[in-house]
């Protein structure tokens, strides 16, 4: 993700980043120059058409399909950023309830059983790194924290890795609980942020596997394609050879601001605008390993 100071405003116009649509656009945008120079010069040079031909009428055309066009554009991007901030907040919670659940068990576990707190030191975070693989369709095995009693042979890398963990967790708590070392009371009081594990996790797959509906992303698509390529036998009788950057403009906002919510409403990848999935889960193994 993108770390940047949102005041200075004036400076990201002179900014560019491995991620910026200009770059994505470029050659597409030279051909679209190309088509709109070679409209005007058929209309203009070729056929010499008058400037009060019929033709103008696209303007009104084009005026009122720019209006719609915006409409839809507005709802996809607002669709996108919707399931951005939704999987931001879902990582927020698993901040929180990996915080409080250490905190908890930090209160709750003897200082002398190490053995326990170390377990807990270094599964909590190792969901949140699980997770953030598992959500890349990954596993990274050098993340994953092992101890003496816990090894590579109790994760199997072909299953889902998640929920061995957080199956793990619950089954180190039930036996905390049958050997005396947590009461009742206690379990109960850590049950919630252990079940938030797996909502968050089901959660997060959802965004994941639930992508816009094809027919609706395929037909805005298409809508902007066509809007792009008649354009410039809208308006070349009104702009002459200005057309030809106008339309290159055009196209550039439109597509950019489809390819803007591609890339967001996916946000769990490693884009530069894609959630910080890699530093949250690092803050929460530094902020375990200091409570537990």
């Not at 945008?29 to 409209?39: D, E, G, K, Q, R």
């Not at 994760?155 to 180190?172: E, G």
Request: proline share 5%; with cysteine.
């Amino acid at each position: 993700m993108v770390q940047y100071n949102p005041k200075e405003w004036f400076s990201f116009i002179f900014q560019f980043h491995r991620a910026d649509t200009f770059r994505k656009l470029t050659p597409t945008m030279i051909s679209v120059a190309v088509y709109a120079a070679l409209v005007a010069y058929l209309d203009l040079e070729y056929f010499k058409i008058p400037p009060d031909s019929k033709l103008k009428s696209l303007n009104n055309m084009h005026s009122l399909l720019g209006l719609v066009l915006s409409l839809l554009l507005v709802f996809r991007t607002n669709t996108a950023y919707d399931r951005w901030w939704e999987g931001r907040k879902l990582w927020g919670a698993l901040v929180n309830n990996s915080r409080n659940l250490a905190i908890k068990l930090d209160a709750m576990l003897p200082d002398e059983d190490e053995n326990n707190r170390l377990f807990f030191r270094r599964m909590i975070p190792n969901f949140a790194f699980v997770l953030k693989n598992h959500l890349r369709k990954e596993f990274v095995a050098e993340e994953f924290e092992y101890f003496p009693q816990f090894d590579a042979k109790h994760i199997k890398a072909d299953a889902h890795i998640p929920n061995q963990v957080n199956s793990y967790l619950i089954q180190k708590a039930m036996h905390l609980h049958s050997t005396n070392v947590l009461s009742t009371e206690q379990i109960w009081l850590i049950n919630k942020e252990l079940s938030s594990f797996a909502d968050i996790c089901g959660a997060c797959e959802r965004i994941r596997n639930t992508p816009i509906p094809f027919s609706y992303s395929s037909f805005i698509k298409k809508f902007i394609f066509f809007y792009t390529m008649t354009l410039p036998w809208g308006y070349v009788l009104t702009m002459g050879y200005w057309m030809v950057p106008v339309s290159v403009f055009v196209f550039y906002v439109l597509v950019s601001l489809e390819l803007i919510a591609e890339e967001i409403e996916s946000p769990f990848e490693k884009d530069v605008n894609d959630l910080p999935t890699d530093q949250i889960a690092k803050g929460i193994r530094s902020a375990v390993r200091e409570l537990i």
